[in-house]
């Protein structure tokens, strides 16, 4: 079975075409990756559709517009995994 | 349809919460000049308009899904295909489904239809934003009256 963040690699370099080596966990998935919000879009909805949740990305976007939190604890892939971990957590909770 | 403000749906026939899907319909106009340009001597429903009332009727449902407190805005088109020519005086079915609901989008799969055969397809992603003033929300509330949008609960909701 694997990880979270090997299923949202190649969830990222299938979707924006991206070498799947070029992939880190620390990669940011804006800046370091380039995806713009729009892609990100179709990124999130592969994600939900694998993991079977929501994505909650207004609720970050909120919280980043309101200095709340950084990019770095969404965006940044191994971030983003943990975060994916907590939300199919808290579904099966 | 009235082409010149761009509402390309006549009606709302059916929306059903429960499914998560709506069907209207739309009569081409028999003139317009955009048929005088698409194309002279053979007068076509340009394909993007197909898409645009696609999107159109997916964002009804999405108005509906929302009780009219958010605003879906076109984002993406994809797997669009034509597969017939629509003509002026044409009556077209549109039908659109949710395929997902997800944080501030929403994904739909929509289709047009002419004599119970599917004209074009497509799946559709749309924004879900707040309305961005209290004037749009308004008018909107206005092209919704003309569609048949009851402000009531749906049927089959």
Partial sequence: ?93 | MRLEYFQLIDRIVDINLADRKISTEATVPTTSTIFEGHFPGFPLMPGVLLIEAMAQTSGWLLVAINRFERMPFLAAVKDAKFRTFVTPGQKVSVNASLVHDGSGYAITRASVELDRKSVCDAVITLRIMDFPNREMRDKMRETAALVGFSTEVPANG
Wanted: aromatic share 8%.
């Fill in chain 1, 1 to 93: 079975m694997s990880s979270t963040f090997d299923t949202i690699a190649n969830i990222i370099a299938e979707t924006c075409d991206i070498p799947r080596d070029s992939i880190k966990p620390e990669s940011h998935a804006i800046n370091d990756l380039g995806i713009d919000s729009l892609d990100f879009l179709d990124i999130a909805f592969a994600i939900d559709k694998a993991f079977g949740i929501k994505l909650p990305l207004e609720q970050w976007t909120q919280e980043v517009n309101d200095g709340k939190a950084t990019t770095d604890q969404y965006f940044v892939l191994k971030n983003l995994s943990a975060r994916i971990d907590e939300l199919v957590a808290a579904k099966g909770a």
